[in-house]
């Protein structure tokens, strides 16, 4: 593990808290989220700082390259909870001069008023739970706002803060080529400098699942459709000068998300919250962390001075890692680190097969999916996988 103690400064050092509480349960989500009827938020604003300052004494003088508060929805913080965190934050660690804060936000009045409260704070960024431009898909997806409200919060985020993105679903019910061309190209005008564009998937253990199984959800896209939704979607933002950075994320040039490259590029971050995951290396060796997801059961654990669990990963567990993240971006992985992970070449028949059906490109030190190698990621990393002879399938953390 010594020749690979400081690979994690490839991708940078990123600090995600997790905020596990919603006010209603989307039918499409799978995130770990919670309906309360009330938050101590004290107490939680305690634990959230008794870990920053735990984890700030395992990794003392690492530069802190980004912060995220995800959920569930952290515009459901108070204001002074985030700036309290934040002040912490930047106590415990040195910062970038660039340093980004992004937070999650949902469109509702109430909470896009609370905007120029969270930029006081110190957050710099805001991510907009938008999903649809049209309030009978909004309806559908189980979302509190409405079109105008969307189109509102957007409007008041750009007034607060110089980096606004947010994020809209395709695939949905019923949803035509020609309506999804129509909602891009509105969202563009909207002016975001950052479109993170999904294409609905139906998870397990979601409303949407349960219905799904029983052949009650209607109305979606066959594969057809899909893979044509997706290539409108890359032709309209590349014109938009908003490119593909990543499989489902569209940014102007210096724009892009970089707490999530941190992801993709497969750097170093630590998880704070209830169900958040980490990578971090302490000593020689990489860890991946994984706290509890129950809320309370969490909060319990961390006032009881417990800490998450810790599971060492091997070179080939980080190989494997690196492949299925960074793969995702449009740089793609740079073929010499992940030899050095490895410990052996990627497989050069399998290089070959992907060249010749034009699914990957390679240039000098970079191995990329084309066009139509992103149609088709999951095999793609498939059929590179099989290189990794040590590679347990069952270890692999997503």
Known sequence: MDALAEDWRNGGFGLYIHWPFCQAKCPYCDFNSHVVCQIDQARWKAAYIQEID????????????????????????????????????????PTSNDFEITL????????????AAYRDAGVNRVSVGVQALNNNDLKRL?????????????EIAKKSFERVSFDLMYGRQDQSAAS???????????AADHLSLYQLTIEDGTAFGDRYKIGRLRGLPDEDLSVHLFEITQEICDKAGLHAYEVSNHAKSDAESRHNLIYWKYGDYIGIGPGAHGRLTLNGNRFATETFKSPFQWLSQVEGGQM?????????????????????LTEGISINRYNKMTGQKLDSHQIDFLRSENLINID?????????????????????MPSLELFDNSQLTT
């Open 54 to 93: 735990r984890f700030a004494e395992e990794t003392p003088g690492r530069i802190l390259n980004t912060m995220f508060f995800g959920g569930g929805t952290p515009s459901l913080m108070d204001p002074d909870v985030v700036g309290a965190i934040i002040e912490k934050v930047r106590q415990s660690w």
């Open 104 to 115: 999650e936000a949902n469109p509702s009045s109430v909470e896009a008023a609370r905007f």
């Open 142 to 154: 189980g979302r509190l706002h409405s079109k105008d409200e969307a189109i509102k919060a957007i």
């Open 180 to 190: 999804w061309s129509s909602e891009l190209t509105w969202a563009i005008d909207l």
């Open 308 to 328: 998450e669990s810790r599971t060492v990963l091997s070179l080939a567990d980080q190989a494997a890692e690196y492949l299925m993240m960074s793969l995702r």
């Open 364 to 384: 000098q030190d970079r191995l990329c999916t084309t066009d139509r190698g992103r149609l088709v990621l999951n095999s793609v990393i498939e059929t590179l």
